[in-house]
């Protein structure tokens, strides 16, 4: 403590204001306190986040050399030969050198009209 402040604690203890005193010392201490816990706090949060950067950092590192490797499978995919798609038919009539008899090109077509009947109606 510097002499002038020595001064200030002896005018305060001459007219009775100790007390006063006391109380603004400790409830500067109980400040101290409060901010040292709150720093604590703010360390463990800025830590908490720091790993979550780095894990998010990580993740989207891992996702892009994943969509690279995608990327080189398309581009190798559409060098390949094409192949004809699923939805497409394979038989067309334009293209056959030998037509199917009408029943069994009638009985191909409606083969996908089929119907979900209950059990009873092959009961005679």
């Excluded at 109380?23 to 703010?42: D, F, G, S, T």
């Excluded at 029943?103 to 083969?111: A, F, K, P």
Aim: charged residues 25%.
């Amino acid at each position: 403590m510097g002499e002038q402040q020595l001064i200030s604690v002896l005018n305060l203890a001459k007219h009775n204001q100790l007390e006063k005193l006391q109380w603004k010392v400790q409830y500067l201490a109980n400040e101290i306190n409060a901010l040292q816990e709150e720093r604590a706090n703010c360390t463990k949060y800025l830590t908490l986040l720091n790993m979550r950067r780095d894990e998010s950092i990580q993740s989207l590192w891992a996702l892009g050399m994943a969509l690279a490797q995608k990327r080189e499978e398309w581009a190798y995919m559409n060098q390949q030969p094409k192949m004809l798609p699923i939805n497409e038919p394979i038989y067309t009539k334009e293209d056959d050198a030998y037509p199917l008899p009408k029943h069994i090109e009638m009985r191909r077509n409606t083969s996908f009209n089929l119907r979900v009947t209950r059990r009873d109606d092959f009961i005679y």
